[in-house]
């Protein structure tokens, strides 16, 4: 014991050591972010004021966080690489593999019948909407850039292009021509599609940093176009009035003809609420589904081949600029039909919705989740944007910080935090193992011996 009680209290100094450093450096970069703050007075002037409380709790809570580090996480992860990999238990993680789908299928087909029996109709349009309709339109944007980054390995960091291109097309579309929502909706589907096209031609011979260069290019060109195409899209205006969808040309408004009159119900927003819902959700089951299948055809395997190694799956004969033109196209068309149920979702678009944070957003699900994943990048979305809509709840923080706190302004900074913890606990995101897309006679589990992160 005399031995090991220096190493203790030398583990115990860095530790301090550190925590106190991190703690200086994370008082010098948000002492300008959050120590001071302007605001506009009553004769419209800026005033500089300042929020040490809040300042000197975020310091707190890094330092702290970096001294739990030293001295709880980081000796376990050094046993844990030092310690030789065993196959965990298969038993329970079967039984998870097996009933965890379904289940979670089954949980979002009775998620409105949950919340109207919990909250009654006017508590359940704030759960149904902004949790779930809006944590589906990312789960369903997280699948469409998997097949992207996760599936084919293509950086793509304008994604939000295609997002907007459906979006504006529906929109345009809908109020020049008045046509259906569903006969737009794979019309916007395609347009983006087509996009995506003429996005993936000029890089087909870059890869890594020059091909996430290029397609942020790419996002940032297709806002600016819609910002300056005032004679088209009304630029930083927005485009408003978009028609609503209709369960077969019945509308949910008040009118005589609206579908509580028709239904001899009394007229609630929440059966428009629940209508969008199950669009939705039918649009990110079918964006899985499509994807599953596809990852099982030679299309798919070519992708699998091009994440892995460009050189050698030219050597084996694959074509891959066909390659990356698919994969470019199929998720640039489910980002169209996500962006066409966003604009009659909204019955709004302007610019600011389809900014570059939206792209970084959506990547940071696709990261987290585990690339490939279809399941991490749904927990992944479920965690982030959920937790955001958590945040706008937190209101008895404002009596710890003071009234003018808002907890969702901090949002990308716990968003950050947590790819941090992501790239430490698990490298490859939450659900780091990939199923085979095809196996000789019989499914096999890879020995530990030859990987890096445990079990295959």
């Known amino acids: 014991m005399a031995d090991g009680a220096p190493d203790k209290r030398v583990d115990m100094a860095r530790a301090l050591r550190d925590a106190g450093i991190t703690a200086l450096l994370a008082f010098g970069l948000f002492l300008p972010l959050v120590g001071f703050q302007t605001v506009t007075d009553f004769g419209n002037n800026l005033v500089l004021t300042t929020r040490w409380s809040l300042l000197f709790a975020i310091v707190a809570i890094v330092g702290a966080g970096r001294l739990a580090y030293s001295l709880l996480l980081e000796p376990a992860l050094k046993q844990r690489s030092m310690r030789r990999v065993s196959a965990p238990p298969a038993g329970w993680r079967a039984v998870i593999a097996k009933w965890f789908t379904p289940f979670a299928i089954g949980f979002v087909i009775v998620y409105p019948p949950l919340v109207l029996a919990i909250n009654g109709f006017g508590g359940a349009v704030k759960w149904i909407d902004n949790f779930g309709i809006q944590i589906l339109i990312y789960v369903m944007l997280g699948w469409g850039l998997n097949i992207v980054v996760g599936l084919a390995g293509l950086l793509d960091l304008g994604y939000v292009a295609f997002y907007a291109v459906g979006a504006y ?270 196996f000789l006679k019989e499914r096999k589990s890879i020995s530990a011996d030859l990987i890096n992160e445990g079990h295959g």
């Open 169 to 438: 097309s529906y929109a345009l579309l809908a109020k020049t021509f008045g046509l259906a929502f569903w006969i737009l909706l794979p019309l916007a589907g395609i347009l983006s599609s087509f996009w995506g096209v003429l996005l993936g031609f000029p890089v087909l011979r870059l890869r890594g940093d020059y091909l996430a260069i290029v397609t942020l290019a790419f996002g940032e060109i297709i806002r600016i176009v819609i910002i300056n195409w005032v004679d088209l899209t009304n630029g930083y205006a927005g485009i408003s009035g978009i028609p609503r969808p209709t369960l077969f040309g019945i509308p949910f408004t008040a009118a005589d003809d609206g579908f509580a009159a028709v239904f001899g119900l009394e007229f609630s927003p929440i059966y428009r609420v629940i209508f969008l819902y199950y669009i939705i959700l039918a649009l990110a089951l079918l964006t899985a589904f499509v994807t599953v299948r596809l990852r099982r055809l030679p299309v798919g395997r070519a992708w699998e081949a091009l994440r892995e190694d460009e050189i050698a799956c030219r050597s084996l004969g694959i074509n891959t600029t066909n390659t990356k033109l698919t994969a470019f196209a199929m998720g640039a068309m489910f980002a169209g039909f996500a962006g066409s149920f966003f604009a009659t979702r909204q019955g709004f678009i302007s610019p600011e919705s389809f900014t570059f944070l939206e792209s970084a957003t959506i990547l940071s699900i696709v990261v987290l989740g585990g690339m490939g994943s279809q399941i991490g990048v749904a927990i992944a979305a479920i965690a982030m944007i959920g937790g955001t809509e958590i945040m706008r709840e937190l209101d008895f923080l404002k009596e710890i910080f003071g009234p003018t706190f808002d907890p969702t302004q901090y949002r990308m900074l716990l968003f950050g935090f947590a790819m941090v913890l992501i790239m430490i606990w698990r490298p490859r995101g939450l659900i780091a193992t990939r199923e085979p897309s095809v």
